[in-house]
């Protein structure tokens, strides 16, 4: 029976939370006239997708690496992460189905009052069995499908399976293979000019990129933290500027992303400096983000993340609806004319995707959670630590 120490990083959640947020703003972008859809920052907003996997990369390995090095199941460790990741997802998937049903079978749904929601109805079923297999995101499929930002679950899955097979065959010597690991992907996305721009294709490779570079930023964080940890509680003055710092260059980076496209393979790496810095959390800013709603953002931003194309498509259907001028924001017709109202609008939004997520998150994924940590605790090789697997998505 294996007992080892549970990573949790309280601050890392909150930004885990923000991340996701920025990705809902992102896929709001093309319906309402607002200020922040004037900020290239929201318009690349996408981007934070390479947050969460290097995140991911970062906690995975801090709560498991040692306990595979030294037997931990395979079988276990996959079954707490297919439990973590699948019940929401297929709950959605099923949703979206339906839709997809009503809209082939039922006459007058086949000419949909809004043409440009997110979902393109019977045409997405031919997708289906990718979706239910969570295989979407492996380069399979032509195109994004039914809940889109979903891609990202898959590629995450089996990115999981890849390294913890690593780790296991590897053990102590995962080290140089993750660099290998890294190397090999950053090289073939930038040769081919895809960068971190890759989903539905190449979105898997994109993944195990920014995972490898979290999960050895945690080896090079488990090797300092002794000495660098003291140091940060005592100089929390120079911590806050180096937090502080980090927000600006990640608000910047991603800001020029789309002017200097090639360059965006060193953002896991700069996510990975922010992650590094924060895991102290002994600044200023990680006083804040360790406050109740910043956390709770952090525990819903799973369904954060899953739940935003559903409410940006009825928010779409709504202001399509609604009575009001158009304006053309980057080339796009979108709803009102006031900024200040579109802002509004964006605030009202982000207010419904989080309500929403608290309520999947007690609804279905603590319940689907804690089915398959029981699962996993009568497994064979059962150990004590089953009921206290960390959150590592987005």
């Not at 003055?237 to 502080?244: G, K, N, Q, T, V």
Request: net charge positive; glycine share 6%; aromatic share 18%.
């Amino acid at each position: 029976m294996f007992k080892f120490e549970q990573h949790r990083f309280r601050v890392l959640d909150s930004w885990r939370g923000l991340a996701a947020c920025f990705v809902a703003l992102f896929h709001f972008r093309n319906f309402v006239y607002s200020h922040l859809f004037q900020l290239d920052f929201v318009n690349n907003a996408h981007l934070f997708v390479d947050f969460f996997f290097v995140l991911s990369g970062f906690v995975i390995f801090a709560n498991y690496e040692e306990k595979l090095q030294q037997g931990y199941s395979l079988w276990k460790f996959m079954l707490l992460r297919f439990g973590r990741l699948y019940p929401l997802h297929f709950l959605l998937l099923m949703l979206v189905t339906l839709y997809c049903l009503a809209e082939l079978y039922i006459p007058a749904m086949q000419h949909p009052a809004m043409p440009d929601s997110p979902f393109r109805g019977a045409g997405e079923l031919p997708y289906f069995w990718s979706q239910l297999l969570l295989a979407h995101g492996l380069g399979i499929d032509d195109r994004l499908s039914f809940n889109r930002p979903s891609w990202t679950v898959s590629a995450e899955f089996y990115t999981y399976a890849l390294f913890a097979m690593l780790v296991l065959l590897f053990k102590n010597r995962i080290g140089p293979v993750l660099v290998l690991i890294a190397a090999a992907a950053g090289y073939y996305l930038y040769s081919r000019q895809i960068y971190i721009y890759g989903t539905y294709d190449y979105g898997f490779l994109r993944c195990i990129y920014s995972f490898a570079i979290g999960a050895l930023l945690w080896r090079f964080f488990a090797r300092v933290e002794s000495v660098a940890a003291p140091i940060a509680r005592r100089k929390t003055a120079l911590i806050s500027a180096l937090e502080i710092l980090l927000v600006m260059a990640m608000i910047m980076a991603v800001t020029i992303s789309s002017e200097m496209i090639e360059r965006t393979m060193a953002l896991p790496f700069l996510f990975a400096a922010a992650i590094f810095v924060f895991s102290f959390e002994a600044g200023i800013l990680s006083r804040v983000l360790s406050r109740k709603p910043f956390l709770l953002i952090g525990a819903v931003s799973y369904s954060i993340y899953m739940l935003q194309i559903f409410i940006v498509s009825a928010f779409a259907v709504a202001l399509k609806l609604l009575p009001g001028p158009e304006s053309a924001l980057e080339g796009r017709m979108v709803w009102g004319d006031n900024l200040w109202i579109g802002d509004l609008v964006v605030i009202l939004y982000l207010f419904v995707v989080v309500a929403a997520a608290i309520i999947t998150y007690y609804l279905v994924e603590m319940p689907g959670r804690d089915y398959f940590r029981k699962l996993a605790g009568r497994a064979p090789d059962g150990d004590a630590t089953a009921n206290k697997d960390p959150n590592s998505h987005g």
